[in-house]
């Protein structure tokens, strides 16, 4: 086991991150070189306080107004039980989607690497990669309580307004506004190609509810640790992919096979990843 006893906030996140995605402790504390012991009383400690952080970040950009903020705070004051259970069922509504790029030469096989001081840019402990991976594929999906869509290929090319809503929101989104009903609240991120007016009018037309989400948030949405997951599982293969077409079909074939309590671990953490971007005062989270 590792000499290192200094924990730092960052690290404390991440090894939340990954137990609530359903790892077990004794391997998260391999993964991160850390005593089970240590490991184990951060989760609980965690579990009691509801805290993952002490750092103040600088903040993101915010969603809604100072008297919003204290509306809801008031708000949430005055009715503690009932709107932490409200939460967690309004979260079970909520589909969370996203794009992502995988490559052949993206290291899925990721590890954190403790060194001497001063010690991390020596040769000996730089490998290259290349910026511009030379076979890619963007990907599309949502996951939610009890329930994913199907991984949908991007192909020939990067998404548009007019793709989005043919390719996704018609074939995909409306089947889980159809089978959730009027609680459905739709996740995206502020990608152009999600923002057009041609976007919010599909949307608006098939009575979906959009979930304001602040930009450059990554941290706060869960299915990027299912994109993470996703990727470790298509590098661990027996016969990892060597071309575009068994990349498209080990992607395909992982994502089934993803298990939901997976899917719905990540879901569910959606509570405690908004109180820790509280609690930072709106700072990047470590998820």
């Not at 409200?86 to 403790?114: G, H, K, M, N």
């Not at 941290?219 to 575009?244: F, S």
Request: aromatic share 8%; charged share 25%.
């Amino acid at each position: 086991m590792s000499s290192r006893h200094h924990i730092d906030d960052f690290m404390r996140g991440r090894i939340i991150g990954k137990i609530e995605e359903g790892r077990k402790i004794t391997d998260v504390a391999r993964e991160f070189d850390i005593s089970h012991s240590v490991v184990s009383r951060l989760w609980k400690s965690f579990k009691t306080t509801g805290m993952c952080s002490r750092r103040h970040g600088g903040g993101r950009v915010g969603s809604t107004t100072p008297a919003e903020d204290r509306y809801i705070a008031l708000s949430a004051k005055r009715n503690r039980r009932t709107t932490a259970q409200q939460t967690e069922q309004d979260w079970a509504c909520v589909l969370f989607s996203d794009e992502s790029r995988f490559s052949l030469s993206s290291d899925c096989r990721r590890q954190l690497i403790w060194r001497e001081s001063g010690t991390a840019y020596r040769p000996e402990n730089i490998q290259e990669k290349d910026r511009y991976p030379t076979c890619s594929n963007m990907v599309w999906a949502g996951i939610m309580i009890n329930g994913r869509t199907r991984l949908h290929v991007v192909a020939n090319g990067t998404m548009t307004g007019q793709r989005y809503i043919d390719e996704v929101l018609l074939p995909h989104v409306r089947l889980f506004r159809g089978a959730v009903g009027d609680k459905f609240v739709f996740m995206d991120d502020n990608a152009t190609c999600h923002r057009t007016l041609a976007v919010q009018d599909c949307l608006d037309s098939e009575g979906n509810q959009r979930l304001v989400w602040p930009a450059r948030s990554p941290d706060l949405n869960p299915i990027e640790n299912v994109w993470d997951a996703l990727g470790r599982q298509v590098a661990g293969r027996n016969y990892p992919p060597t071309n575009k077409n068994t990349l498209i079909r080990a992607l395909t074939e992982e994502w089934d096979k993803l298990p939901q309590q997976l899917l719905d671990n990540v879901v569910q953490s959606m509570v405690r990843r908004v109180e820790c971007c509280i609690t930072l005062h709106g700072g990047h989270i470590p998820y």
